[in-house]
Structure formats: structure tokens, C-alpha cells
């Protein structure tokens, strides 16, 4: 049975040094201008140095060219790639369709990650996106455990879920929405609002804070809760999953550590000494990141056993 790859997303090149040693697998990274909601901001330079530096340990760096292209960001984009494949990157994670098309003009070499965000929710998609050239799909993170098995036992390309982190569930192309809270004078509002990546929208009836920011690519709104499946992977790792993702967006470099650090050692346990083995120390490493979470980010499961989130 393979082991599934272990996916991070770092803040800064320091970051990555700290993340191999924690046993990460692979990393996204990328600046704003092309990828959504990325942790850390990495310049063509920078994504040079990081390459070389994961690549030398055995480990995959995937760049991202997700965001919502307009026709002026086009020209730019193809530029873009074409550092990219001078640079060597592992993978390019991509939504939109252009992506794909300047690959096949350019003669671009690098395998394809499919990641639409919501909608990569059935293995029809997947297949249609690996005959265009993906080699994997990142699934939805509304996704039921039952529709994630059943993606994968049918899919023919490489599957990855996220079992860490924080959820997006909301993103406008607009930069208004706390101009329009504040404006409207309603139960909502923006507190920080000149901390781009230190805002909370309020709901007081229900007694959440849902991190927000906006950046070149507009809007986005994450879920209250934090997912964690720390101590719910054993069918995920018997359906041979490829890839398990922490999205470490809006976290702290000292908690991406350890919560990588945790789910390496979940992993490990399963693969080297079998169910038993991590069956005995799931519990105890879901304490271990209870211990150190934001006390306004409580954790849940997601959607992956249907539950209500937001």
C-alpha cells in the first residue's frame, strides 16, 4: 500500500527548512498574483530558491496558478510559466481552463494539479480533467467521506483531500464586502479591518468570527471552525488517498510545524506498524493540536461525516 504524501503550505523559505524537518511530503506555494489564498507570498526568486532546497531532500514543491484570470492577467500568466519550467517545479495547481491552454501553446512539461475548489465533487470530472492532462484532482472540501472514497475507487488520477485547516467558504472577485458591513450598520461587522490578514466578520446570534481578508484576488470568508482529521484517517489511508493536504493559510509558523510534525507521526504509525499502532496514539495527538488551538478556532471534522459547519 503507498503512503499518501504529506502536503504543507509554508509561510517563507525559512519555513520549508523547518517543515522537511517536520516530515512534510511536499508544499504549495506561489504569490497572490496568480495563486488563491496561499500562506506565505513566494516571488519567482524566491520559488527558485525553494525549489532547489525541497527538491535536494527528495521532496515536491507544486506551484499555484489557481486564481480567477481576467483577460489583462493573460500575458503575465504565460510569463509566469514559463519560469516556472525553467525552474523545474513539481506540479501546477490549476482551476481555470486557461491554465491548461497556455500550457499546451507554451510546451510546457509540468504535471497538472486540477483544484476548481467547490466543484470538484464527482470522478466524472476528475477523468475528464486527466485526459486533458491533470494527473490529480484536489477534491472539495464539502465532500462527504463516502463521496471521497467513492472519487478515488473510481478515479484515474491521483486524489487529494484536505484533513487539516482552515475552509474557504466564501470569495468575491469584489474588495467591498467590509466596506458594506460597515456602511450598513448591521449585526455584522469587520474588526481590524487595517490588518489585512488579522479581520473578523462577527456574527453575535451565533457566536462566531469568521476570518476574512481581501487581497488582489478579492474577497475571502473561511469557516469559524478548524478541520481536523488527525484521528479519522484510517479510511482515507486504507482507500490509498494520494495526497493529505494542511492548509496552514492564516496560521503561525510555530503551529504549521507542529501540526505537521503530529500528522507525520499518524501517518508513520499506520504505515510501519499497522492500524493498531495508530489507532493508540490518534487520540492522543488530536489532544496534543486541541492544546495549542486558537481558543476562537474550535475543531471539527468538516463535511466529512455531514456535519454543519458554518
Given at each position: ?128 480533467w486527466g485526459e486533458r492532462g491533470a ?93 481536523c482529521l488527525i484521528d479519522e484517517l ?77
Amino acid at each position: 500500500m503507498k503512503k499518501p504524501e504529506l502536503l504543507v503550505t509554508p509561510k517563507s523559505i525559512d519555513h520549508i527548512k523547518e517543515l522537511i524537518k517536520a516530515g512534510a511530503d511536499a508544499f504549495v506555494i506561489g504569490e497572490q498574483k496568480f495563486g488563491l489564498r496561499l500562506a506565505g507570498e513566494f516571488n519567482v526568486e524566491q520559488v527558485a530558491e525553494s525549489t532547489k532546497l525541497i527538491q535536494d531532500v527528495g521532496k515536491k514543491v507544486y506551484v499555484a496558478v489557481n486564481a480567477i484570470f481576467h483577460n489583462d492577467r493573460l500575458d503575465a500568466l504565460d510569463e509566469y510559466l514559463k519560469e516556472m519550467q525553467k525552474i523545474g517545479v513539481d506540479a501546477l495547481i490549476f482551476g481555470d481552463p486557461a491554465v491548461v491552454m497556455a500550457v499546451r501553446e507554451l510546451g510546457i512539461t509540468i504535471p497538472l494539479h486540477w483544484n476548481p475548489e467547490t466543484i470538484a465533487t464527482n470522478w466524472f470530472q476528475a477523468n475528464y480533467w486527466g485526459e486533458r492532462g491533470a494527473t490529480r484532482a484536489v477534491l472539495a472540501r464539502e465532500l462527504s467521506l463516502d463521496e471521497i472514497l467513492e472519487i478515488k475507487e473510481n478515479s484515474n488520477v491521483e486524489v487529494e483531500v484536505q484533513v487539516h485547516g482552515m475552509t474557504c467558504m466564501f470569495q468575491s472577485k469584489r474588495s467591498l464586502l467590509g466596506n458594506y458591513f460597515l456602511y450598513r450598520d448591521e449585526v455584522m461587522e469587520i474588526a481590524n479591518r487595517k490588518e489585512n490578514k488579522n479581520m473578523f466578520l462577527h456574527d453575535k446570534e451565533r457566536k462566531n468570527k469568521y476570518p476574512i481578508y481581501e487581497d488582489i484576488n478579492g474577497t475571502h470568508i473561511f469557516s469559524p471552525n478548524d478541520m481536523c482529521l488527525i484521528d479519522e484517517l484510517t479510511e482515507l489511508l486504507e482507500a490509498g488517498i494520494d495526497s493529505l493536504k494542511f492548509d496552514g493559510v492564516l496560521q503561525t509558523e510555530e503551529y504549521i510545524v507542529t501540526v505537521t510534525k503530529l500528522y507525520r507521526q499518524a501517518i508513520d504509525a499506520y504505515y510501519h506498524n499497522g492500524e493498531d499502532a495508530y489507532d493508540d496514539i490518534k487520540n492522543e495527538l488530536f489532544e496534543q493540536i486541541e492544546a495549542i488551538q486558537p481558543k476562537l478556532r474550535p475543531l471539527d471534522t468538516g463535511f466529512i461525516f455531514k456535519e454543519t459547519v458554518y
